[in-house]
């Protein structure tokens, strides 16, 4: 069996495609993980503290999930593209760092999640907005990770 025909097994259909969204869910299952244990601690001193839970968490807990949906996008590109075999190990170098990028918005925006989970504990009133746009700056970079890396992809 030649290299060619093992990596046209491997990444036909779903195979090394799928690496950019595997490893894009890890990252938002890294970030929701994250973002939930800030949750929990802000909804745990709002119980403590015979206070309404802040819904907002919640929010927060969830924005780290669409990133599993940009390596999602990005993998059905790469397939729909039908590239050479010949270029299949160019192809998962390609997903498995455009996964990687994808993966470090969603964990760090769970990170930053957490982070706002905290400081809502101290004043549940001031600073969501801000919270939330920080959140969002965070979610562009999964974005141009998933545009620019389908824009690096031959005749997709």
């Known amino acids: 069996m030649t290299l060619t025909t093992i990596l046209t097994t491997v990444v036909t259909g779903f195979g090394g495609h799928a690496i950019a969204l595997g490893i894009a869910g890890v990252g938002s299952a890294i970030g929701t993980g994250v973002a939930g244990m800030g949750a929990l ?42 590239l050479n075999p010949d270029s299949y190990v160019n192809q998962m170098i390609w997903a498995f760092f455009i996964g990687i ?30 919270y939330i746009a920080a959140m969002g700056i965070i979610e562009t970079v999964a974005l141009l990770a998933m545009v620019f890396g389908m824009g690096g992809i031959p005749g997709a």
Not at 48 to 59: F, H, I, R, W
Not at 107 to 124: F, K, T, Y
């Open 101 to 130: 990028a994808i993966a470090a918005s969603a964990i760090m925006q769970g990170r930053v999640g957490a982070a706002a989970c905290a400081n809502l504990a101290v004043n549940e009133k001031q600073g969501a907005g801000m």
């Open 41 to 82: 601690g802000l909804w745990k001193q709002a119980i403590k503290d015979n206070k309404k839970l802040p819904p907002l968490a919640l929010a927060m807990v969830g924005m780290p999930l669409s990133q599993v949906i940009y390596g999602m996008i990005f993998m059905n590109s790469m397939i729909d593209a039908n």
